[in-house]
């Protein structure tokens, strides 16, 4: 990885406007296009290459599949989906192989930490809404609902969007790795 200040900028704001623009499209659509994750694939691949050459390029595809790796066997259960594996693919391609494992392994912890409060959200959010609608007589909620039966069934049907995670994985890793201060000069 080339550690100059202009190279770092160069993979540091494409990379934080993909993952942003990806976490914040699969909490609303539960989606990651593919019109987003190809094109960024493609400019990690060139600019790692026209910032540090054959090695960069090298270095950039290893990157790939070290993000693609992380998150592949949670995907092979149906733990997550595959546009969160390549999108941590992406992320590895703009940060090379060292990058990718920070990424990687910031982003199991902050998907584990995300989990938890995506859990407790969808246990207490149920429980919230049966409240109000209680107390203020709201069109919400039936007060003659059970609480554990609202619980049960919101949250069978809910879906966790990862890529925040990935998003969250990826800022932890260009920080510790030093790229936001190389990149702001």
Same mark, same amino acid.
């Given at each position: 990885?080339?550690?100059?200040?202009?190279?770092?900028?160069?993979?540091?704001?494409?990379?934080?406007?993909?993952?942003?623009?990806?976490?914040?499209?699969?909490?609303?659509?539960?989606?990651?296009?593919?019109?987003?994750?190809?094109?960024?694939?493609?400019?990690?691949?060139?600019?790692?290459? @026209?910032?540090?050459?054959? /090695?960069?390029?090298?270095?950039?595809?290893?990157?790939?599949?070290?993000?693609?790796?992380?998150?592949?066997?949670?995907?092979?259960?149906?733990?997550?989906?595959?546009?969160?594996?390549?999108?941590? !693919?992406?992320?590895?391609?703009?940060?090379?192989?060292?990058?990718?494992?920070?990424?990687?392994?910031?982003?199991?912890?902050?998907? !584990?930490? @995300?989990?938890?409060?995506?859990?407790?959200?969808?246990?207490?959010? /149920?429980?919230?809404?049966?409240?109000?609608?209680?107390?203020?007589?709201?069109?919400?909620?039936?007060?003659?609902?059970?609480?554990?039966?609202?619980?049960?069934?919101?949250?069978?049907?809910?879906?966790?969007?990862?890529?925040?995670?990935?998003?969250?994985?990826?800022?932890?890793?260009?920080?510790?790795?030093?790229?936001?201060?190389?990149?702001?000069?």
């Amino acid at each position: 990885m080339p550690i100059d200040q202009p190279s770092n900028a160069a993979i540091v704001l494409p990379l934080l406007f993909v993952v942003t623009l990806c976490a914040v499209t699969d909490v609303l659509t539960h989606r990651i296009p593919n019109l987003v994750i190809w094109p960024a694939l493609s400019l990690a691949l060139i600019f790692n290459s @026209l910032l540090a050459g054959l /090695p960069g390029l090298v270095d950039g595809i290893l990157g790939l599949a070290f993000g693609l790796a992380v998150l592949f066997p949670i995907y092979f259960v149906g733990g997550t989906s595959a546009g969160d594996v390549k999108l941590l !693919g992406v992320v590895g391609a703009f940060l090379g192989a060292n990058g990718a494992l920070t990424a990687g392994v910031a982003t199991l912890f902050f998907g !584990g930490l @995300l989990g938890v409060l995506f859990i407790a959200w969808r246990v207490i959010e /149920p429980i919230l809404t049966a409240h109000v609608a209680q107390w203020g007589r709201n069109a919400g909620a039936t007060a003659s609902q059970p609480i554990g039966a609202m619980t049960r069934d919101s949250s069978r049907n809910a879906r966790f969007p990862y890529a925040p995670a990935i998003a969250c994985g990826t800022y932890f890793s260009i920080w510790h790795l030093g790229y936001f201060s190389q990149a702001a000069g």
